[in-house]
């Protein structure tokens, strides 16, 4: 007989939020989205926030950091931020999607990879119902050359890509399964597979034994230490859902877990305006690596 996995306690670290998403361990804070509020926030391991940045309206946007430290943004292009406070746009992907970009990654060679999940938001249910797998993964590589890496990912979500640049890993959240690409020497993602499968993936992070922390299974409300294949090896059990983990703090061993309550996509504007959004944090057994 199997016994369950164990369990850690989380604790709080900020609440008031509206809907936090997209976390980033950058420059020793925890970066992230508050969607709905339209900021890019960082707050640090005593509770501290601050407002770094005004971020797109709406849902669904991302950040990260290009190797020389201009911030890439998301939405209905690919932006990015110059020294100066001036905002341009870093890629033409338009003839790739016409539904904007959401996740984002950029690996330890330059290379970004942005996602789109294909359709309007507004037929979430629809496609979710439906089979359909419109979502795709582009490259942008350090010299500017834009290409379609992947394409047919069941509502792409929260991306990692392994320390030695050789493997990315998606979350397809309407497939509930994570899938895994090698990477090749120009960027191109190929050897599609499935990673682990039966679980509820959105935001996702790496750590140093190869375990991804994401959500055990839709409607679940925790966060979990998968190894591999699926195996659970720890369990962080919310009080709401859980959206998305990233590990930061000294030696990257604190895991943060960004939480609202959930009541649906009709029920979206109420969480925001209800500000459920809430970090916990809790001590993780291995350290976090990889990319983002």
Known sequence: MSSSPPTLMPRLLLDGLAM??????????????????????????????????EGPEGLGWAVNWLPDGRMLITGDELMRLEPDGTRVRHADLSAI?????????????GNVY???????????????????????????????QVKQVADEIAFSNGMVITPDNSTLIVSESFA??????????????????VWADGVGPDGICLDADGCIWASSAVGVNDSARIREGGQILERVEVDRACFAAMLGGPNRRTLFMLTAQWQGTEGIDDIIK??????????????GVGWP
């Open 114 to 144: 942005v996602n789109t999940i294909g359709f309007d938001f507004a037929n979430f249910g629809t496609v979710m119902n439906s089979g359909q797998a419109p979502g795709k993964i582009a490259l942008v590589t350090p010299s500017g």
């Open 97 to 109: 999607s016409e539904y904007g970009w959401s996740e984002l990654t950029v690996d330890g060679r």
């Open 20 to 53: 936090p998403e997209s976390p980033r361990w950058h420059q020793g804070r925890l970066w992230f989205s508050n969607w709905g509020a339209g900021e890019i926030v960082a707050v640090d391991l005593d509770g501290n926030s601050e407002v770094m940045a």
């Open 274 to 287: 209800a500000r459920t959004g809430r970090i916990l944090v809790t001590d993780a057994p291995a350290s």
């Open 176 to 193: 509930q399964r994570l899938t895994a690409f090698d990477i090749a020497d120009d960027g191109t993602l190929f050897h599609r597979r």
